[in-house]
């Protein structure tokens, strides 16, 4: 079982919106801006789309934008487009033990 | 441009021990911005983080694993490493090394994951 709780799966459509959320607790996403997300696509390794929370690495479009709020997390893709289809996976800093680093179990994001 | 490739077996057999390296090019792996982690994808799942090291050699390691794991760093070499003793087939999995942004704890780079079968 993961740390960090995401949906399984969300769809859209073409240019809609979409919201992913990853929930934690204290110790992780409600207590630290260290929550990171992360795109990948089938046979590819997984690229940084936000870090700190709602900061995008230069690069990545802007219809990316990420939001936090209490243990809740959340990555908001507007404007969707096919090759946004992948699975979105969260993460975030803990001060549980020695861990460091804690992964959501992933979301699976189809474009309708 | 930054750069990390795994290298080791890719067929480990139960109770062995696996050993992945992760060269580092196009950067120094004795940067105090960054340090250097192990995470693994078993085939269909998702991402789980097996441990870091710091160039100084300060690790930190997921308690799953910790038991069995051992990450090393050669800054001669630019280069890091992963032992993971006594493997079973739950071990099976894409690694993949990656650099890890001191701070923000976010990976900003990826090696390309080797698959690691374990079997008999």
């Known amino acids: 079982q993961s740390a960090l709780t995401q949906p399984a799966s969300v769809s859209g459509s073409p240019g809609q919106s979409i919201t992913i959320s990853c929930t934690g607790t204290s110790s992780d996403v409600g207590g630290y801006n260290y929550v990171s997300w992360y795109q990948q696509h089938p046979g590819k390794a997984p690229k940084l789309m936000i870090y700190?929370?709602?900061n995008r690495p230069s690069g990545v479009s802007n219809r990316f934008s990420g939001s936090k709020s209490g243990n809740t997390a959340s990555l908001t893709i507007s404007g969707l487009q096919a090759e946004d289809e992948a699975d979105y996976y969260c993460s975030s800093y803990t001060s549980s033990s020695t861990l460091e680093v804690v992964f959501g179990g992933g979301t699976k994001l189809t474009v309708l | 441009q930054l750069q990390l490739q795994e290298s080791g077996p890719g067929l480990v057999k139960p109770s062995e021990t696996l050993s992945l390296t992760c060269t580092v090019s196009?950067?120094?792996?004795?940067?105090?911005?960054?340090?250097w982690g192990w995470i693994r994808q078993p085939p269909g799942k998702g991402l789980e983080w097996i441990g870091s090291?710091?160039?100084?050699?300060?690790?930190y390691y997921n308690p799953s694993l910790k038991s069995r794991v051992t990450i090393s760093v050669d800054t001669s070499k630019n280069q890091f490493s992963l032992k993971l003793s006594s493997v079973t087939a739950a071990d099976t999995a894409v690694y993949y090394c990656a650099r890890v942004i001191v701070g923000a704890t976010c990976v900003d780079y990826w090696g390309q994951g080797t698959l690691v079968t374990v079997s008999s």
């Open positions: 196009g950067g120094s792996i004795s940067s105090s911005s960054y340090y």
């Open positions: 700190d929370v709602s």
């Open positions: 090291i710091y160039y100084s050699g300060s690790t």
